[in-house]
């Protein structure tokens, strides 16, 4: 994200500045949550619930706000450069629209795209009473239906589930901190989103027998309407810079189990001077010695 030229007046301005302007590896994207002039109890308990799950990385803005996110998105904008978040979710109710949600991300503090959603069933953290994962845990996120993959909206919408549950990015992982599944599921029209405990039983073996336990929340949603940014200007967003960029390496290839392969390239070798082993059936005998100076002596005679 940029940021204005603004020239800091204290240190504490510079060091405020200093961790909002661009770097090659960006920020871990936080989310702010916020409730509309008319949200019912519904949907301020989800907006409460996906904050308990986006902890630490998320801003619950506890007073009502009245917008529409679809007809005018500054004061989205707004809330995204005061709390610095990329991610939002807006949760509102009216007769026309109950139970309404919206997620979306931002781009350069401006709405990138946004999805509006809407809760049919919804069963909250409380309500399920099982033993919770702790809180910062990174979910492994799975999704299941033929149409995040075909449609359009759908397409999108699973990029926006994965930019808004993914956490943290790591680079190495214990078996022991595989305990967070937040499965997506598209089926007749709906989004069904479950959360899940992993638990880890004795199986008899070196590989455990894996259980999962619901732990909330749990929801149903529809889909209604969209705002989905331009290829040209999704595929800006997308950019990665030169220097993150992998560099090629020539020669080199790897197969579908991750084996690595080189390529060498070497001159061609003359086998007649190839050392061999030194055997009494092998050595020359003195006929073939002869014959064969004799004809290295006529190769000389017809290149002079």
């Given at each position: 994200m ?12 510079k060091?405020?500045?200093e ?5 090659l590896s960006?920020n ?12 019912n ?17 998320g ?10 996110p ?40 401006h709405v ?23 809180e ?14 075909v449609?359009e ?8 589930f ?24 598209a ?17 008899g ?81 003195p ?18």
């Open positions: 940029e940021r204005d030229n603004i020239k800091p007046k204290t240190k504490r301005a060091r405020f500045l961790k909002r302007e661009p770097k960006e871990i994207k936080n989310a702010m949550l916020i409730k509309g002039g008319n949200a109890a519904t949907v301020t308990q989800v907006l409460r619930d996906v904050y308990s799950l986006k902890k630490p990385y801003v619950l803005y506890k007073k009502k706000n009245i917008t529409r679809f007809e005018d998105q500054t004061s989205l904008e707004f809330f995204s450069k005061k709390s610095d978040c990329s991610l939002f979710m807006f949760g509102s109710h009216n007769k026309k629209r109950p139970n309404n949600l919206v997620i979306g991300r931002m781009y350069d503090y990138l795209d946004m999805i509006e959603l809407g809760i049919e069933k919804f069963v909250s953290l409380k309500d399920i009473k099982n033993s919770k994962c702790p910062g845990t990174k979910p492994m996120l799975i999704f299941a239906g033929n149409d995040f993959d449609t909206d759908y397409r999108r919408l699973k990029s926006l994965i930019d808004f549950f993914r956490g943290p990015t790591v680079s190495n992982i214990r078996l022991a901190g595989l305990e967070y599944v937040l499965h997506f599921t089926l007749n029209g709906k989004i069904h989103f479950r959360s899940y405990k992993l638990l880890l039983k004795k199986s073996c070196r590989t455990p027998r894996i259980e999962l336990e619901e732990i909330g929340p749990s929801l149903d949603l529809v889909l209604r309407r969209t705002h989905l940014a331009s290829d040209d200007l999704y595929k800006l967003s997308m950019k990665m810079p030169k220097a993150l960029k992998p560099k090629m390496k020539k020669n080199v290839s790897q197969d579908t189990f991750g084996t690595t392969y080189g390529r060498i390239h070497m001159q061609k070798q003359d086998l007649s001077k190839l050392q061999t082993r030194k055997m009494k059936g092998l050595k020359k005998r006929a073939e010695r002869i014959a064969e100076n004799e004809e290295t002596k006529s190769k000389k005679i017809k290149q002079n």
